[in-house]
């Protein structure tokens, strides 16, 4: 079983791949779309959860979604019919970084990908090549509450805690309009729902040759959290604006 099929089924129960509940995505996509007509767009948008949810909310916004995975675009599209919205999405199966579009964007969403822009400032700074004059930035990325150990680091990367986090991007021209820390109980059920769907997939299909290395998987990721990060990573996801000086 690859990472994908594993991600896939964790998240079938919390299509948000990032500790956030639906109220605070709520809030966090109506502090970004303040018209209601915006061009959106998702750099790594995966399964396009965060797409379809501003589709739905502003019926007179357009979105625009890049991934690589053809599995996760192909869900994307089967929920944007679900959900009435497919003639407002375009879909594009490319690396984030090499993509380009005609015109700016009002909204460019980023929240738990800057893994593959190499980290928070280079995600950003991929978003601005895309942001029109005026425009919203959402995204989400870790950071320390407090200090970690070095299997933390090692497993999740070399964050820097909330306060830097916040002073590094306003250091790079960014003002902060809004923002949310996932709270520990947010945490928690991101954890709880994908381990646990996964584990209860790998019990509901006893014959399938993945069966076990499923229920091992989910063993060692609950393992993981439990006792290397619980009680050390945090999530920050921002509404950014440019700065008066900013270029």
Not at 58 to 67: F, M, N, W
Not at 69 to 85: I, K, N, T
């Amino acid at each position: 079983m690859n990472r994908e099929q594993i991600s896939r089924i964790a998240h079938t129960g919390h299509p948000i791949k990032a500790p956030l509940d639906d109220d605070s995505v709520h809030r966090l996509l109506t502090r970004a779309l303040p018209r209601g007509d915006e061009r959106v767009l998702d750099l790594g948008c995966g399964t396009g959860e965060w797409l379809l949810r501003a589709l739905v909310a502003r019926p007179e916004a357009s979105a625009t979604g890049v991934d690589i995975s053809e599995d996760a675009l192909s869900r994307a599209r089967d929920g944007a019919r679900a959900r009435g919205v497919a003639d407002r999405l375009a879909l594009h199966r490319r690396s984030a970084a090499e993509f380009a579009a005609a015109e700016p964007f009002d909204l460019v969403l980023s929240v738990g990908a800057a893994h593959a822009f190499g980290g928070l400032l280079p995600t950003l700074a991929a978003a601005r090549k895309h942001l029109a004059p005026g425009g919203h930035v959402v995204i989400g990325d870790g950071f320390w509450e407090r200090t970690p150990s070095p299997e933390a680091v090692e497993m999740l990367g070399d964050f820097a805690d909330l306060a830097t986090t916040l002073d590094r991007v306003a250091a790079d021209g960014w003002t902060p309009v809004d923002g949310h820390v996932s709270t520990r109980e947010e945490r928690d059920a991101y954890e709880w729902a994908c381990w646990g769907t996964l584990a209860a997939w790998a019990l509901d299909h006893p014959d399938d040759p993945d069966s076990a290395a499923a229920l091992a998987t989910a063993h060692l990721r609950r393992t993981e959290w439990l006792r290397v990060y619980r009680d050390t990573w945090g999530f920050l996801t921002l509404v950014l604006r440019r700065g008066p000086d900013a270029r």
